[in-house]
């Protein structure tokens, strides 16, 4: 899954789901990276798109890319 702005969503990525609602991805599931709270044996059932754990909204998933989310920042270690 890509970012509107063509970038690759990463597991570990700080993004902002939409205004004022901002998160984490958790797991990638079109690029097989998992956290270790959420792991793989869990979530590649799936199929595609990435998981992301928000303030506001708990744990989302996203299929396929939305335009509202948007990169904050990368992961420092990946």
Avoid: F
């Avoid at 991805?25 to 792991?39: A, F, L, N, R, W």
Wanted: glycine share 8%; hydrophobic share 35%.
């Amino acid at each position: 899954m890509h970012y509107a702005d063509g970038r690759e969503v990463c597991l570990g990525d700080r993004v902002e789901l939409w205004p004022g609602n901002e998160g984490a991805v958790v797991c990638s599931i079109d690029t097989k990276e998992y956290s270790s709270v959420y792991p793989k044996e869990q979530w590649e059932y799936l199929g595609n798109g990435v998981l992301v754990l928000s303030e506001k909204a708990g744990l989302v998933h996203y299929s396929r890319p939305e335009p509202t989310l948007r990169l904050l920042a990368r992961a420092s270690v990946r």
